[in-house]
C-alpha cells in the first residue's frame, strides 16, 4: 500500500517562501507522475504542478507559474514543490498524488487521473 505525506506547510507573509515535501513510501517509488493540488475553504481542490518519471517534463497551473517549481529524488522516494512569491490567495491544504501508468499529460490536471493521495499540508500565507 502506497503512503504519500506531506510536510513544509506552515504561515507566512505575502512575497515569502515555502518548500513542500511529499515522501512515498511502501512500495518502489516507479510512480511516473507525481502532482501536487490545493484546496482552500469552501472551492473544489484545484491543479498545482506535476512531474514526469524523469523530472525534465513538468506541468503548472497558469496561476503558479513562474513562482512554484516542482521538483523530485526518486532516490528518496520524494516530490518537492517550492513556492516562492507567495500571494494571500495560495493559502490552502497542498495534497501530493501519485499516478501509477504512463504519463498522459493532458489528463494531468484531473482529479481522476491520479491513485494515490496525501492527507494534506496547510499553507496560509498572510497579507
Known amino acids: 500500500q502506497v503512503q504519500l505525506v506531506e510536510s513544509g506547510g506552515g504561515l507566512v507573509q505575502a512575497g515569502g517562501s515555502l518548500r513542500l515535501s511529499c515522501a512515498a513510501s511502501?512500495?518502489?517509488?516507479?510512480?511516473?507522475?507525481m502532482g501536487w493540488f490545493r484546496q482552500a475553504p469552501g472551492k473544489e481542490r484545484e491543479f498545482v504542478a506535476a512531474?514526469?518519471?524523469?523530472?525534465?517534463?513538468?506541468n503548472y497551473a497558469d496561476s503558479v507559474k513562474g513562482r512554484f517549481t516542482i521538483s523530485r529524488d526518486n532516490a528518496k522516494s520524494a516530490v518537492y514543490l517550492q513556492m516562492n512569491s507567495l500571494k494571500p490567495e495560495d493559502t490552502a491544504v497542498y495534497y501530493c498524488?501519485?499516478?501509477?501508468?504512463?504519463?498522459?499529460?493532458?489528463?494531468?490536471?484531473?482529479?481522476?487521473?491520479?491513485?494515490?493521495w496525501g492527507q494534506g499540508t496547510q499553507v496560509t500565507v498572510s497579507s
Open positions: 511502501g512500495r518502489t517509488f516507479t510512480s511516473y507522475t
Open positions: 512531474i514526469g518519471w524523469s523530472g525534465t517534463t513538468t
Open positions: 498524488a501519485e499516478h501509477r501508468r504512463p504519463t498522459n499529460w493532458g489528463r494531468v490536471p484531473y482529479l481522476d487521473y491520479y491513485d494515490y
